[in-house]
């Protein structure tokens, strides 16, 4: 069956109406015919415009700006990005007998296809007589890609004069992209389920999870006597930066309830350590297998929110998706570890070996 067009839809019923009229039906390439086109034409824009207006009135089918004005309802706002934060060790091959300057805007990049930049963030000083020193620096762009992992940072775009090498000796962590749609529908409808009122747990969470650099929250009443309210948050898989934490401790302050002693800081890490054993398939190479499975776990660790504890059946799971695994299991720990309340997990360490295959 060939489908017909809006506009075929509408020329159609302009047509059949003016025969009913006049008694004849006009030529296409008459001037009524070109003037009746002409008008289905516009008829049909307008009805693509009412339909995708009536699509944006609902949040759960609203995109971009629409969706924004739907949380602006709610009291939220769509989250902006967030530069990845770490540091860059700057080397020569020998000591020089005088200070070198590493500008705060020094560009490096990752390797690859695809590199991430990342700039200094202050002036630094390669001491006389020292062939190494690092500096602090975050990604230019505001994007989870800028997570870069120890010594991805190796190239210098813009190299200070002097200087031979760079990397990271530490991973750059808390990057993150302007919030998409999804997350923040995500938002819009937890402000549906559970209503902020102004003195509830459910306020304080949605107002932290506004704050860019915040992934999780939790809110924790009368820890420290009646009416106090600690609002304990962290990124992904780091703190959020100091100013990010006064922005929400501010935030709080202004839109507390009268008489409440309300309290924002950053969670506590809780190290852990996992070994994980893999059995690679048949024809496939371990060492592959196995960086493939610590980047997932890595990314399943650091998407753990305030006192969630890591289970090792989704350690598994994440495992056993990896391209290549046979089988595997969780060598260590026995248990799943669980935090305190008001602290996050960290994967301090991930120990992947091979699994013998009986």
Same mark, same amino acid.
């Given at each position: 069956?060939?489908?017909?067009?809006?506009?075929?839809?509408?020329?159609?019923?302009?047509?059949?109406?003016?025969?009913?009229?006049?008694?004849?039906?006009?030529?296409?390439?008459?001037?009524?015919?070109?003037?009746?086109?002409?008008?289905?034409?516009?008829?049909?824009?307008?009805?693509?415009?009412?339909?995708?207006?009536?699509?944006?009135?609902?949040?759960?089918?609203?995109?971009?700006?629409?969706?924004? &004005?739907?949380?602006?309802?709610?009291?939220?706002?769509?989250?902006?990005?967030?530069?990845?934060?770490?540091?860059?060790?700057?080397?020569?091959?020998?000591?020089? %007998?005088?200070?070198?300057?590493?500008?705060?805007?020094?560009?490096?990049?990752?390797? %690859?296809?695809?590199?991430?930049?990342?700039?200094?963030?202050?002036?630094?000083?390669?001491?006389?007589?020292?062939?190494?020193?690092?500096? =602090?620096?975050?990604?230019?762009?505001?994007? =989870?890609?800028?997570?870069?992992?120890?010594?991805? $940072?190796? *190239?210098?775009?813009?190299?200070?004069? %002097?200087?031979?090498? $760079?990397?990271?000796?530490?991973?750059?962590?808390?990057?993150?992209?302007?919030?998409?749609?999804?997350?923040?529908?995500? &938002?819009?409808?937890?402000?549906?389920?559970?209503?902020?009122?102004?003195?509830?747990?459910?306020?304080?969470?949605?107002?932290?999870? %506004?704050?860019?650099?915040?992934?999780?929250?939790? *809110?924790?009443?009368? &820890?420290?006597?009646?009416?106090?309210?600690?609002?304990?948050?962290?990124?992904?898989?780091?703190?959020?930066?100091?100013?990010?934490?006064?922005?929400?401790?501010?935030?709080?302050?202004?839109?507390?309830?009268?008489? $409440?002693?309300?309290?924002?800081?950053?969670?506590?890490?809780?190290?852990?350590?996992?070994?994980?054993?893999?059995?690679?398939?048949?024809?496939?190479?371990?060492?592959? $297998?196995?960086?493939?499975?610590?980047?997932?776990?890595?990314?399943?660790?650091?998407?753990?929110?305030?006192?969630?504890?890591?289970?090792?059946?989704?350690?598994?799971?994440?495992?056993?998706?990896?391209?290549? *695994?046979?089988?595997?299991?969780?060598?260590?720990?026995?248990?799943?570890?669980?935090?305190?309340?008001?602290?996050?997990?960290?994967?301090?360490?991930?120990?992947?070996?091979?699994?013998?295959? *009986?």
């Amino acid at each position: 069956m060939i489908a017909v067009s809006l506009y075929e839809e509408i020329y159609a019923a302009m047509e059949e109406a003016f025969v009913r009229r006049a008694g004849y039906a006009p030529d296409e390439a008459s001037d009524l015919g070109i003037r009746m086109g002409a008008l289905a034409a516009q008829l049909e824009e307008q009805a693509q415009k009412i339909e995708e207006l009536s699509r944006q009135a609902y949040p759960e089918t609203a995109t971009g700006l629409y969706l924004d &004005r739907h949380a602006q309802v709610r009291g939220l706002a769509r989250k902006a990005g967030v530069c990845a934060a770490g540091s860059l060790t700057f080397r020569r091959d020998t000591a020089a %007998g005088y200070d070198v300057l590493i500008p705060a805007g020094t560009l490096c990049q990752t390797t %690859g296809e695809a590199p991430v930049r990342f700039e200094t963030t202050q002036d630094t000083v390669l001491p006389a007589g020292e062939v190494w020193v690092t500096a =602090p620096a975050r990604s230019v762009e505001e994007t =989870p890609e800028a997570n870069a992992a120890a010594g991805r $940072v190796t *190239v210098m775009i813009t190299p200070p004069q %002097g200087v031979t090498a $760079v990397s990271n000796e530490t991973p750059f962590l808390g990057g993150a992209a302007p919030e998409d749609d999804g997350a923040l529908l995500a &938002r819009v409808r937890v402000s549906y389920q559970a209503a902020g009122n102004g003195c509830n747990a459910g306020y304080y969470r949605q107002l932290a999870m %506004g704050q860019p650099g915040v992934a999780s929250a939790a *809110v924790l009443t009368g &820890r420290r006597g009646a009416g106090s309210v600690d609002v304990v948050v962290f990124g992904r898989g780091t703190a959020p930066a100091p100013e990010q934490l006064e922005a929400l401790g501010d935030r709080v302050a202004r839109e507390r309830e009268i008489g $409440v002693d309300a309290l924002v800081r950053a969670a506590e890490a809780t190290p852990v350590s996992l070994t994980l054993e893999v059995a690679p398939m048949e024809g496939w190479d371990f060492a592959a $297998v196995s960086r493939e499975c610590a980047q997932s776990i890595t990314e399943l660790a650091r998407d753990l929110a305030v006192g969630q504890p890591l289970y090792l059946a989704r350690v598994t799971a994440r495992a056993l998706e990896a391209d290549g *695994v046979l089988n595997c299991r969780v060598a260590a720990p026995a248990e799943d570890p669980r935090p305190l309340e008001d602290r996050v997990l960290l994967l301090e360490a991930l120990t992947v070996r091979q699994m013998e295959v *009986v």
